[in-house]
């Protein structure tokens, strides 16, 4: 009977592909970015101006504790070829809520549907402007409108506009696989899912900052990787 | 009634209304609002001319919005200064193309949903176009080649407002690597300026003050030429540079002046441009080119100031500093000098809207006052027996000249 457990677990971890897997680590920017500037049109704008929510500021670079930087996109590069993911029953949002986007940097998979609302009692327009998927411009006149878009091209910093606006900016990072996290204020990587162990190279990629490339290894379901960016004021 | 009189007043008020046009196109680039309204010609599906009051004054709508409006009523402007600079002969064609018009445009409502906009637009331009081939009187075409510029604004007016359109639909149309919106942006820019020259060309022509300009065959003032060209050619090419920069929405590619990043001549190494683009804090991300086309239209303001203060003294020696010459070349120099000005404050201010606008209007009046000095050179240097051949009433039928209906 003891023998028999090993050889089952053998035979199920071969027929099973993909197992749970999670890769962690953080994200951190060395070096002091020029102070974020406030964005005074928000309140001057005799609509935006009423529904503002704090002082709007610039997000170019967003620096939590010690260093940590959000908005950065994480995400699995090279390892995966030859295999496909379907993508995330999960639906994104990205909302329009006081003039500015929210979040101001999401990731989506090829193919995986997201929604863009407008939480404003006026109108916004949504001009996204991708360099390789098809872009769109439409306008969203009442509150709590919501269209569907997905893109079906893997692209990174695909910039959502606002013209009316023009302040507002976002940016949606289209990936190939499900593997991906985007950074928070804590700079924590946290992604999540069916990867089998074995080698592969992993970016970080910030709008500004840059990218970064490290080579990793998932090993027993689990990694570490930290990303450390310069940048000099 | 004799209207001859009203032809410059009205031809002045169609060029100042074009350089209200020409900044309010500025400012919609400078704000980059340009596609705050997604269609065209219709507005967020309204006919132009009906979009309700509420949504019109609403952020960059405003700005996007006003803009086509006024570019219509140049539109309406040039379509009445056609027929007037035309008179008589002018109806005939006028009727034409308006019947053209309105017959394409019928087309295109007929074409489904999508082009009904199109259609009730091409069709309303075509009204107009006819309704003024329909005015009475103004028989009497312009002298000389008024009516020729009046038909060359009348082409002009109808594609730049085509430009302006395609390049909001086609914005994210991709040839290579360029947006056909970026493409048809950069035209527009630069062929609203060419415009503006004209209509000011056209009131120039038509005004009492070139009609009195006399004729001394100056031929000493004919060396000048040249380098008047060569001057305003220089504006000119700063014009399509400044175009070129404004329309790829990039912001400013150097942020400092009058060093670049720190040095004369910045590095543009790909580690270089990663490292700027990493300290600036506006949203854009700049290129190598777009870099260096900025340190060429800084290069390009000193060979154009130079060229137009060398022009200045050149002209006032060579005519009389109290001449039409050497005056106009004084107010020449002056703007040159404002408009240098107001380069360093667009790059000192970050491309504050107002003053990247003035810098645009300031690079139209430089272009449109060389103009006007070759014009005014070229006149007062030809011999003196030129210039006073009339060709008013060359081809018009003895009953026009008449004054038979």
Redesign the interface.
């Given at each position: 009977m003891k023998t028999l457990v090993p050889i089952a677990a053998t035979v199920i971890a071969a027929a099973l592909p993909l197992s749970a897997a999670e890769i962690n680590g953080k994200v951190t920017l060395k070096g002091t970015?020029?102070p974020?500037?406030v964005i005074a049109a928000v309140k001057a704008?005799a609509?935006?101006g009423k529904v503002a929510v704090g002082e709007a500021k610039?997000r170019?670079?967003v620096v939590g504790a010690n260093g940590a930087l959000a908005n950065t996109v994480v995400y699995i590069k090279k390892g995966l070829e030859g295999k496909t993911f379907p993508a995330p029953a999960t639906k994104p949002e990205i909302d329009q809520k006081g003039c500015m986007y929210y979040p101001y940097v999401a990731a989506v998979m090829v193919g995986q549907k997201f929604d863009v609302k407008n939480s404003d009692p006026?109108?916004h327009?949504v001009?996204a402007?991708p360099?390789v998927n098809?872009?769109?411009?439409?306008?969203q006149?009442s509150q709590g409108q919501v269209n569907e878009k997905v893109f079906d091209k893997p692209e990174l910093g695909v910039?959502f506009?606002c013209?009316?606006?023009?302040w507002m900016?976002a940016y949606v990072n289209v990936l190939e696989n499900p593997f991906f996290a985007v950074t928070d204020e804590s700079g924590a990587i946290s992604i999540k899912g069916d990867l089998p162990d074995g080698k592969y190279t992993i970016e970080a990629f910030h709008?500004?900052?840059?990218t970064q490339v490290q080579e990793i290894e998932v090993k027993g379901g689990k990694a570490t990787v930290d990303f450390a960016f310069d940048?000099?004021? | 009634m004799n209207t001859d009189r009203y032809r410059f007043p009205f031809a002045l008020l169609t060029a100042l209304a074009t350089l209200g046009l020409v900044c309010m196109g500025g400012l919609v680039t400078s704000k980059g609002v340009g596609m705050a309204v997604p269609d065209w010609p219709t507005s967020f599906g309204y006919n132009m001319f009906a979009l309700p009051v509420n949504q019109w004054f609403h952020g960059g709508v405003f700005d996007e919005h006003t803009h086509r409006l006024w570019a219509s009523s140049v539109g309406l402007l040039v379509v009445l200064l056609t027929r007037w600079m035309g008179g008589a002969p002018a109806r005939k064609p006028l009727a034409i193309v308006g019947a053209v018009e309105i017959v394409a445009g019928v087309s295109l409502l007929g074409m489904g949903p999508e082009w009904r906009g199109g259609g009730a637009f091409l069709s309303s331009i075509g009204g107009v176009v006819v309704l003024a081939a329909a005015i009475p009187g103004f028989r009497l075409p312009s002298e000389g080649m008024l009516p020729m510029l009046a038909w060359a604004a009348f082409v002009l007016v109808q594609v730049q407002g085509l430009l302006g359109g395609l390049r909001v639909v086609l914005d994210k149309a991709l040839v290579g690597h360029v947006t056909l919106g970026t493409l048809f942006g950069l035209l527009h820019g630069c062929l609203g300026q060419t415009f503006f020259v004209l209509l000011g060309v056209i009131a120039l022509l038509s005004s009492p003050w070139w009609s009195r300009l006399p004729v001394r065959g100056n031929f000493a003032g004919r060396m000048e030429v040249r380098g008047l060209l060569l001057a305003t050619g220089l504006v000119a090419v700063q014009l399509v540079l400044g175009a070129s920069m404004r329309h790829q929405h990039a912001g400013l590619a150097i942020l400092d002046f009058p060093l670049a990043y720190g040095r004369w001549w910045p590095l543009t190494d790909p580690e270089s441009v990663a490292r700027y683009n990493q300290v600036r804090m506006d949203e854009s991300t700049v290129t190598a080119v777009q870099i260096q086309l900025q340190m060429l239209h800084r290069l390009g303001a000193l060979a154009a100031v130079g060229a137009i203060l060398t022009m200045t003294v050149r002209l006032g020696r060579c005519f009389g500093w109290a001449s039409p010459m050497g005056r106009g070349a004084l107010v020449w120099s002056v703007i040159a000098l404002g408009q240098f000005t107001l380069g360093m404050l667009t790059i000192w201010t970050n491309k504050a809207a107002d003053v990247a606008t003035a810098h645009v209007a300031g690079g139209a009046s430089l272009l449109l006052l060389g103009t006007a000095l070759i014009l005014t050179a070229r006149r007062l240097t030809m011999p003196a027996s030129a210039g006073t051949e009339s060709s008013r009433t060359q081809g018009l039928p003895r009953a026009v000249l008449q004054g038979k209906p």
């Open positions: 970015p020029p974020a500037a704008d609509n935006c610039s170019v670079y006026f109108m327009n001009n402007t360099k098809k872009g769109f411009n439409f306008a006149a910039r506009a013209n009316v606006h023009p900016i709008q500004k900052a840059g940048v000099k004021s | -």
